[in-house]
């Protein structure tokens, strides 16, 4: 399986300014290429008779050279491949916009999400230096993978610039066949049908107030001044950090799932539903139960463990995890679960990790190691 490797940069300021001219260089293609589709598209709805072939990635390549690059100097003092990789991603984004699985793209900013990708000659040399075309050779923080591979991407986040790459490596196999369930919640990040209980890192909420302070501070600033990219640098920095916070404890999780389980169940949430409640939404989003699935994807399948994921309509929280009788209302300040059959009383988010462990014994479809496997059927509530 491919799997993705990132980390920092260490750079001076002749390099900076390489990678900067690179990102600008990317932004500009991109920003061109995707008026010129839209120009496209108009004219295809204003004139059905006479529609004009939509490009492809190469024909808004060769419209570049044709066009921009002979007028625009600037574009020789980077990577060829850069404005190429540019206009495919943009390929690609209004690809996913046609087929109805993201919305339409948006023109590129100077200073946000700066990035972009090299293809080519690129090298490992050593332990802490890679070489990439036209730029030269960059040192990172970090011991590298000795792998090949053919593109990088290079990034920006606040004033750090990361270099990200994938390669093949090769999956392990797991021997242990214990099933456990993990119940995703606001209070808790995780239960675990074992009693195991995970409190998430809570970043956001941790840092809110020095976040709204920074921002109220920054209100009258004149936008462009000296102060004012100061002021927007420092904020980057805090949303880089509750970022990094919050991503460091889902890793740990994910990984300790993975690697000690040889079956993870969890549930099907709609978390875009869920973050429509907006008395819920902050501290549903400071969780990242999407991250969170992602990642036990993807490390499920590179440990060799298996991943099952319920119906969303599954009553994990209704039913009893003794006798296994359903009730017909709980609401969600009832955090005790209480069986008026058996007199069984436990705590809900537990009640329901244990119901999603048990879940597995009753699907015998469930087989294949390192894949995700979804489990239907079961009474809608």
């Known amino acids: 399986m491919l799997l993705g490797f990132k980390t920092e940069l260490k750079l001076n300021n002749q390099q900076r300014i390489a990678l900067m001219k690179h990102c600008g260089v990317a932004r500009h293609a991109w920003n061109w290429g995707l008026a010129l589709t839209k120009q496209i598209l108009d004219h295809n709805k204003d004139n059905p008779n006479s529609k004009m072939k939509f490009p492809t990635a190469i024909d808004l390549h060769k419209w570049l050279v044709a066009l921009v690059k002979s007028e625009n100097e600037w574009y020789y003092e980077c990577s060829k491949s850069t404005p190429q990789q540019a206009l495919m991603a943009l390929r690609?984004?209004?690809k996913r916009c046609f087929h109805k699985t993201a919305g339409v793209p948006r023109f590129k900013k100077k200073g946000q999400r700066d990035s972009f990708t090299l293809e080519g000659s690129v090298k490992i040399k050593g332990s802490n230096k890679i070489?990439?075309?036209?730029?030269?050779?960059l040192k990172t923080y970090e011991r590298l993978p000795q792998v090949l591979t053919k593109s990088v991407t290079i990034s920006r986040q606040a004033d750090r610039w990361f270099i990200s790459f994938r390669f093949d490596v090769e999956t392990q196999t797991l021997d242990n066949t214990d099933v456990v369930g993990v119940d995703l919640g606001v209070k808790n990040l995780a239960t675990l049908s074992t009693g195991e209980i995970v409190i998430g890192a809570k970043s956001y909420k941790k840092y809110e107030a020095k976040l709204s302070r920074m921002q109220w501070l920054n209100r009258h600033k004149i936008t462009g001044s000296a102060n004012w990219k100061k002021a927007q640098m420092q904020i980057a920095r805090l949303h880089t950090k509750i970022a990094n916070i919050r991503a460091y404890s889902l890793h740990k999780l994910t990984t300790l799932l993975a690697k000690n389980h040889g079956t993870i169940v969890i549930e099907d949430l709609n978390v875009s539903g869920m973050l429509a409640n907006h008395q819920l939404a902050k501290a549903i989003a400071d969780m990242?139960?999407?991250e969170f699935r992602r990642q036990l994807t993807y490390k499920c399948e590179l440990y060799g463990s298996k991943l099952v994921v319920v119906d969303r309509w599954?009553?994990?929280?209704?039913t009893c995890s003794n006798c296994g009788t359903k009730k017909e209302t709980l609401t969600l300040s009832e955090r005790v679960f209480e069986c008026s059959e058996c007199g069984f009383v436990i705590d809900r988010d537990l009640n329901a990790a244990i119901n999603l462990s048990h879940s597995v014994a009753e699907v015998p479809s469930v087989e294949g190691s390192g894949s995700r496997h979804s489990v239907a059927g079961f009474p809608r509530l």
């Open 92 to 94: 690609e984004s209004w």
């Open 314 to 318: 599954f009553p994990s929280s209704k």
């Open 288 to 290: 990242s139960f999407f």
């Open 131 to 137: 070489q990439v075309p036209v730029i030269g050779v």
